[in-house]
Every structure is written in structure tokens, then in C-alpha cells.
């Protein structure tokens, strides 16, 4: 069973950068994961933010990008806000019939 | 303006049936294809199934092949996931997500989901 494993929870300051990372138990991520990215608020439906690893939607904020580092998918968030609190959940697709979300991560803006 | 409200929803017991409804409008219905994807109370996120563009491919998660169908409407703009023989593990809210026009894996919207209660 692949599983998909992000940090547990992370916690910025104001202004701060934080990296949030995604990896597989089946090795590196790349590319060909097409690597997804959502935010989730309480009392929400999840919002799109990274898609194919690095791009961004239109509604997508400049300060969150995504990337790959050290054989993980990585969204980074550079200047944090108290509103980038929040879930956050990646996705991997290893095949049309294999989609995978990580188990989120638990941003804290403090 | 992109909309996809679900619906169908609702009290079931186990072993029961229910078919959830997404119905989607500000948008070429036909060029995307859509996941259901579910989230069960304070958990994360579980893909449940996806249906490409013309219902060509369809997948399922291993913890619901079986019992559920997975339908789509081209006609109506409508996307359909019948459950059948539920379990008190399918609790959870399930969320209509779109896949990018003509791509095959990235979501570019959420519906804002549906509530099945599985419960004796």
C-alpha cells in the first residue's frame, strides 16, 4: 500500500518562510507524480493551490510555490500571513487508477 | 462562474444504498473529467474514484471497488456516485472535484461536498 507522508504540523511566525513537504513510500517524487496542493480552512471544502509540482492557479497567492526537493513534492510559503493558517493536504497521482493524498499538515501562523 | 453542488446525502444504515449527485454549471461540462474524493469527520482527504471526460476510464480506490459506481451525464451536466452496501467506515464528507479542461490528474475545483452517515 503507497503511502504519502507529510509533516504531522508546522508552525511560522509572521512574515516567516516555511517549507511543507511531501513525500512517497515508494521513492522519490517527480515530475511524472504531478504533484497537487490544497488548503484547507475549518468548516471548508479544500482550495486547489499547486498543481503539476510547480504551477499555480490564477487565484493562487505569489507567496506559496511549489517545487521538488531532496525527492519530496515541497510547497513553500514565503512570508506568512495569520489567513495561511490552515490545513494543508497534498496529492500524488502514481497512475490514473492510484491517487494519493498525503495526511496533511497543520499549519500554525504564530 | 464555476458551480458544482452536491447532493444525495444523508442517514443510512449499514448495508443501505445512496446516490450522490454533483450537478455543475459556468463551465464545458464535457471537457473535464472529475474524482469524488471523501473526508471523514476530522480526518484527511481519501481519493474515491475518478471518470475521464467521456466515462473511457473510470477508477476506483481499493477500499470501495465493488460497491460503488461512479456515472457521469453529458447531457445534464451531472456527475453521479451510486453507493451500495455501505459500511460505517464510509461516514464522511464526499466532495465533487474537477480535473483541469482536457488534463487527466490536476483538480482546479471542489464542490462543497455532501454529508453520508452511515449508522445503525
Redesign the interface.
Known amino acids: 500500500q503507497t503511502v504519502v507522508t507529510q509533516e504531522p504540523s508546522l508552525t511560522v511566525s509572521p512574515g516567516g518562510t516555511v517549507t511543507l513537504t511531501c513525500a512517497s513510500s515508494t521513492g522519490a517524487v517527480t515530475s511524472g507524480d ?1 504533484a ?1 496542493w ?1 488548503q484547507q480552512k475549518p468548516g471548508q ?4 493551490l499547486i ?2 509540482t510547480t ?1 499555480k ?1 490564477s487565484w493562487t497567492p505569489a507567496r506559496f510555490s511549489g517545487s521538488l526537493l531532496g525527492g519530496k513534492a515541497a510547497l513553500t510559503l514565503s512570508g506568512a500571513r495569520p489567513e495561511d493558517e490552515a490545513d494543508y ?1 497534498c ?1 500524488l ?1 502514481y497512475s ?2 492510484q ?6 499538515t497543520k499549519l500554525t501562523v504564530l | 462562474e464555476v458551480q458544482m453542488v452536491e447532493s444525495g446525502g444523508g442517514l443510512v444504515k449499514p448495508g443501505g444504498s445512496l446516490r450522490l449527485s454533483c450537478a455543475a454549471s459556468g463551465f464545458t461540462f464535457s471537457h473535464h473529467g472529475f ?1 469524488w ?1 471523501r473526508q471523514a469527520p476530522g480526518k ?4 474515491v474514484s ?1 471518470i475521464s471526460p467521456s466515462s473511457a ?1 473510470i ?3 481499493d477500499s470501495v471497488r465493488g460497491r460503488f459506481t461512479i456515472s457521469r451525464d453529458n447531457a445534464k451536466n451531472s456527475v453521479h456516485l451510486q453507493m451500495n452496501r455501505l459500511r460505517v467506515e464510509d461516514t464522511a464528507m464526499y ?1 465533487c472535484v474537477r480535473i ?1 479542461e482536457y488534463g ?10 455532501t454529508l453520508v452517515s452511515v449508522s445503525s
Open positions: 504531478y497537487n490544497f471544502a479544500p482550495r486547489p498543481y503539476t504551477k492557479h493536504y496529492l497521482y490514473r487508477a491517487v494519493v493524498f498525503g495526511g496533511g | 474524482n474524493v484527511g482527504l481519501e481519493w475518478s476510464y477508477y476506483y480506490a466532495y483541469l487527466d490528474f490536476d483538480i482546479d475545483h471542489w464542490g462543497q461536498g
